[in-house]
């Protein structure tokens, strides 16, 4: 089966339903989703032109469910990035502010869905790729539970933190693409078995569901703007019946390290495979060294070479248990510190991100201030918990605003009706009289 096959080319569009649970439903998604009909490139130059000879699970199941597939959203190389300027095709813009980038990695599907083009689409998640972006875009972002929605056909970054997620402009919209999607399969054995929960009941009300204010999180730091919008979600969430529950919560000191470990040394491993010769772009040499060190150290941008480098240090004999170790039992750390605090209650709110969206170029030459974006999203991939951004309205100065939800494994109903209770600002009159909130449009020039 080959990708030229005019057949197979075909056949991903030939299963579309018409009565699915998503027929007609434009789709775009990221493109590190292996698609049949349109090259996946992962936004890198080393795979230029490469067309999947399969469709990613996820990608079956939304033609399955009717959804029509209508392209591949641009991302940071590799899905490594909070901004989408490392993508080797250029960056994409935020659609409130050209001047400005959409978050990453996924800021392509974001941006998408923000502006119009789609109502919902998919991206992947390994440190806050879906949340970020969701969250600088204006727009609902969900990470699910690790291993609820299959990796199968999602190039890997950080395989054990990796996760498919979903963008759309209304939380019944991300409720009805996750109900398309999530479920165990056989082509992944890090998905979850057993059904995935039901979140048909996204509209639920939200009485008397616990949330964690842990308020010592954005004490510094964190954007004034950012801060109003979780007093907003916390006023609308009590409005609307829930109960709010202080608490003190510190899981981010050692997590942007751990993260930065695991993750890069997973990623020095699976980005192994790309070496000239088995997939992409070959950079021809006499021997075959040169072939895989030209063809890696010309395919590669940057951060990705960074990247590489990082993780394969930390997984050298003499420093593995000195980093990488390190870092697995501060992850086991974090992840305890989570569960602990979902003892106290349902959901947690928090930022998704400590700044608004940030100028193109700010921090494109400073890694450790792009990777301290991710300081709030991180928790939830090493925990492997979902959590869903939130958008909260504009600033002032017309940006988006978005907080957190996360929860402990398998909450997405939880997340959903919270998400959905912010939604319609806490007004239940309001939730029975409609499904569509006033988003402010981007404004186009
Ligand atoms: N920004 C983080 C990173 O660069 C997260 C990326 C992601 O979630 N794919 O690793």
């Known amino acids: 089966m080959v990708a030229s096959d005019p057949e197979t080319r075909h056949a991903g569009a ?20 292996c698609t049949v009909d349109y090259p996946t490139t992962c936004g890198s130059r080393i795979l230029e032109g490469w067309t999947s000879p399969y469709d990613a699970t996820v990608v079956k199941r939304l033609r399955e469910a009717g959804a029509v597939v209508v392209g591949k959203g641009n991302m940071d190389e590799f899905a490594m990035g909070s901004s989408t300027e490392f993508s080797a095709y250029g960056p994409t813009r935020n659609p409130y502010d050209l001047a400005r980038v959409p978050g990453g990695s996924s800021g392509g599907p974001a941006a998408a869905v923000a502006y119009g083009l789609v109502p919902v689409a998919l991206g992947s998640d390994t440190g806050g790729s879906v949340r970020q972006p969701a969250s600088f875009c204006g727009v609902f972002g969900l990470k699910p539970t690790y291993g609820r929605l299959s990796r199968y056909g999602l190039v890997a970054f950080g395989s054990s933190l990796d996760q498919v997620g979903i963008f759309a402009r209304h939380a019944g919209d991300v409720a009805l693409a996750y109900a398309s999607l999530a479920g165990p399969d056989p082509f992944d054995a890090t998905s979850r078995s057993g059904a995935a929960p039901d979140v048909s009941a996204w509209d639920a009300s939200v009485e008397g569901l616990r949330f964690g204010w842990p308020a010592n999180l954005w004490a510094e730091g964190v954007d004034p703007a950012i801060v109003d919008a979780l007093k907003r979600a916390a006023a609308a969430l009590e409005r609307a019946g829930a109960v709010r529950v202080p608490m003190h919560f510190m899981p981010g000191t050692y997590g942007v390290a751990a993260y930065y470990l695991v993750a890069t040394a997973e990623a020095s491993s699976n980005l192994a495979r790309f070496d000239g010769v088995r997939y992409g772009r070959r950079v021809s040499s006499g021997d075959l060294g ?8 010309e395919g590669f941008g940057p951060e990705v070479q960074r990247r590489i480098l990082l993780g394969t240090y930390a997984l050298s004999a003499g420093y593995y248990d000195a980093y990488y170790l390190k870092a697995q039992r ?4 974090i992840r305890r510190e989570y569960a602990e605090r979902f003892g106290h209650c349902d959901v947690m709110l928090m930022p998704a991100s400590p700044t608004l969206p940030f100028r193109l170029g700010e921090k494109t030459d400073d890694p450790l ?19 869903l951004s939130v958008p909260m309205g ?4 017309g940006l988006p605003v978005g907080v957190q939800l996360l929860g402990p494994e398998d909450a997405e109903p939880a997340l959903l009706r919270a998400g959905r209770a912010l939604e319609v600002g806490g007004d239940r009159a309001r939730l029975a009289r409609t499904h569509v909130t006033e988003f402010a449009w981007p404004t186009k020039r």
């Open 290 to 297: 040169a072939l895989y060190t030209r063809t890696r150290s």
């Open 394 to 397: 504009l600033t002032r100065e």
């Open 330 to 333: 501060a992850r086991t750390l």
């Open 369 to 387: 201030a792009m990777y301290l974006s991710d300081v709030f999203t991180i928790g939830a991939n090493l925990a492997g918990i979902p959590g």
């Open 14 to 33: 030939d299963a579309a339903r018409t009565d699915g649970p998503l027929a007609g439903v434009p789709v775009l998604v990221k493109d590190n989703l």
